[in-house]
């Protein structure tokens, strides 16, 4: 008999964990099917930053804007509106994929550190229009009780919703990682002044890839919309995206299903420590200190290392 492969075993880890949450709703609580659908939401939200974090080196300090944006767009869309409800959830997306371009065309003007703290300003600014404005976006109350399509207004249909969707889009934001722009987009990141060198339109591409992490932020909030029915403010503050950023940090910033790992570590995290305190700011803290320190590949990405044998192709590197 064959050894199993590298490959092999690595498709029959995925099919038996897609089996496992496809079965999830008939084995498991209400509790639980809700939990594993935050974990889904989140862990494309942090797998969208990664886009441009890991694969770009771009620092977006505040990605959690288009989240919560893609959120309120979709909710006021079908609260407001007469459009046909599958239709209206689209507006999510695109709402984020929009901003994402009018805050690139701002933020790339600077580079490194100074576009994060610009994009952090600007996102800031999204988010106090939102907080304030209660006639539109109902101020810090939000938006509670979404007219969802009937199909996912359930905790069932929201959750296989939720599992479609972000298999879907992890699969295009695969395609796009490995194709000739992600590949061009990664050697940016390495030397953006070489790549400008051998004529590639360096800001153009990083604009592109902002707007197609916009674009995925906005589906994984609207993916949270369906999952509570409700939106809120704190969606689009800036202490959200610092926790999406320690789950890249935390999985692997430079693998690819290192965010979704690091998401569901986290989200773990936070609602086991949320029982005994409330702080839970100062153990993400603590958690990003020690990541620097002690594990700066991630958790997948010291992983991946620690299997790759001589003569494979490495699938993470240390930066």
């Given at each position: 008999?064959?050894?199993?492969?590298?490959?092999?075993?690595?498709?029959?880890?995925?099919?038996?964990?897609?089996?496992?949450?496809?079965?999830?709703?008939?084995?498991?609580?209400?509790?639980?099917?809700?939990?594993?659908?935050?974990?889904?939401?989140?862990?494309?939200?942090?797998?969208?930053?990664?886009?441009?974090?890991?694969?770009?080196?771009?620092?977006?300090?505040?990605?959690?804007?288009?989240?919560?944006?893609?959120?309120?767009?979709?909710?006021?869309?079908?609260?407001?509106?007469?459009?046909?409800?599958?239709l209206g959830l689209l507006a999510g997306?695109?709402?984020?994929?929009?901003?994402?371009?009018?805050?690139?065309?701002?933020?790339?003007?600077?580079?490194?550190?100074?576009?994060?703290?610009?994009?952090?300003?600007?996102?800031?600014?999204?988010?106090?229009?939102?907080?304030?404005?209660?006639?539109?976006?109902?101020?810090?109350?939000?938006?509670?009780?979404?007219k969802l399509p009937e199909a996912i207004?359930?905790?069932?249909?929201?959750?296989?919703?939720?599992?479609?969707?972000?298999?879907?889009?992890?699969?295009?934001?695969?395609?796009?990682?490995?194709?000739?722009?992600?590949?061009?987009?990664?050697?940016?990141?390495?030397?953006?002044?070489?790549?400008?060198?051998?004529?590639?339109?360096?800001?153009?591409?990083?604009?592109?890839?902002?707007?197609?992490?916009?674009?995925?932020?906005?589906?994984?909030?609207?993916?949270?919309?369906?999952?509570?029915?409700?939106?809120?403010?704190?969606?689009?503050?800036?202490?959200?995206?610092?926790?999406?950023?320690?789950?890249?940090?935390?999985?692997?910033?430079y693998t690819f299903l290192g965010p979704?790992?690091?998401?569901?570590?986290?989200?773990?995290?936070?609602?086991?420590?949320?029982?005994?305190?409330?702080?839970?700011?100062?153990?993400?803290?603590?958690?990003?200190?020690?990541?620097?320190?002690?594990?700066?590949?991630?958790?997948?990405?010291?992983?991946?290392?620690?299997?790759?044998?001589?003569?494979?192709?490495?699938?993470?590197?240390?930066?």
């Open positions: 008999m064959s050894p199993l492969t590298p490959e092999r075993r690595n498709l029959a880890l995925l099919l038996f964990l897609g089996l496992g949450l496809a079965l999830l709703p008939a084995m498991a609580s209400r509790f639980y099917v809700y939990f594993t659908a935050l974990i889904l939401v989140t862990g494309l939200l942090a797998t969208s930053l990664n886009m441009v974090l890991g694969f770009g080196g771009m620092y977006q300090f505040h990605h959690a804007v288009f989240y919560g944006l893609g959120a309120y767009a979709a909710a006021l869309t079908l609260n407001k509106t007469t459009l046909w409800p599958w997306p695109l709402a984020a994929a929009l901003l994402s371009l009018v805050m690139g065309l701002i933020c790339l003007r600077l580079s490194k550190l100074y576009f994060g703290m610009l994009q952090i300003s600007l996102g800031s600014l999204v988010w106090a229009i939102v907080f304030r404005w209660y006639s539109f976006t109902g101020g810090d109350d939000g938006i509670h009780g979404v207004a359930g905790i069932t249909g929201s959750y296989y919703f939720c599992l479609a969707v972000t298999v879907t889009c992890l699969f295009l934001m695969h395609r796009v990682i490995t194709s000739p722009f992600g590949q061009t987009f990664q050697a940016i990141r390495d030397n953006p002044e070489r790549a400008a060198a051998l004529g590639v339109p360096v800001k153009r591409h990083q604009l592109l890839g902002l707007v197609i992490a916009g674009f995925f932020g906005g589906v994984a909030g609207v993916l949270f919309m369906a999952v509570e029915n409700s939106v809120f403010p704190d969606l689009l503050f800036w202490t959200l995206s610092l926790e999406v950023l320690v789950m890249c940090l935390l999985g692997g910033w979704m790992l690091g998401a569901a570590i986290i989200v773990s995290l936070r609602t086991v420590v949320g029982i005994y305190t409330e702080y839970w700011t100062l153990v993400l803290g603590v958690i990003l200190m020690l990541l620097i320190f002690f594990l700066p590949q991630g958790v997948l990405g010291y992983l991946l290392s620690r299997w790759h044998r001589p003569g494979q192709p490495a699938l993470a590197k240390d930066k």
